[in-house]
Nanobody, 116 residues
Framework: EVQLVESGGGLVQAGGSLRLSCAAS????????IGWFRQAPGKERELVAL????????NYADSVKGRFTISRDNAKNLLYLRMNSLRPEDTAVYYC?????????WGQGTQVTVSS
């Protein structure tokens, strides 16, 4: 069974930092690209960052470029999102996503709240 479990969210002041983690199991982690998405209240879920299977290529939404860093530890089946210079508009539930075999797999999400 594929499982993605996010952690590390919380309440932080604007300008602060957080590091999210996603623990993956049930599939061959280092075979697949994996990403972070987020969904703010009343808005659609949006892509935040993607990382290739080996970790050599990353892509970011324009809104987070230069502030967020995605990384992975294939030996530990872990995905990370380092978030710096957080803004109130970064407030959302953050989800880990894996897509393979024609399916999207999601974690339960972790809440990030940035106060002004």
């Amino acid at each position: 069974e594929v499982q993605l479990v996010e952690s590390g969210g919380g309440l932080v002041q604007a300008g602060g930092s957080l590091r999210l983690s996603c623990a993956a199991s049930g599939f061959t982690f280092d075979d697949y690209a994996i990403g972070w998405f987020r969904q703010a209240p009343g808005k659609e879920r949006e892509l935040v960052a993607l990382i290739s299977s080996a970790g050599s290529t990353t892509n970011y939404a324009d809104s987070v470029k230069g502030r967020f860093t995605i990384s992975r530890d294939n030996a530990k089946n872990l995905l990370y999102l380092r978030m710096n210079s957080l803004r109130p508009e970064d407030t959302a539930v953050y989800y880990c996503n894996a897509h393979f075999g024609g399916y999207d797999y999601w974690g339960q999400g972790t809440q990030v709240t940035v106060s002004s």
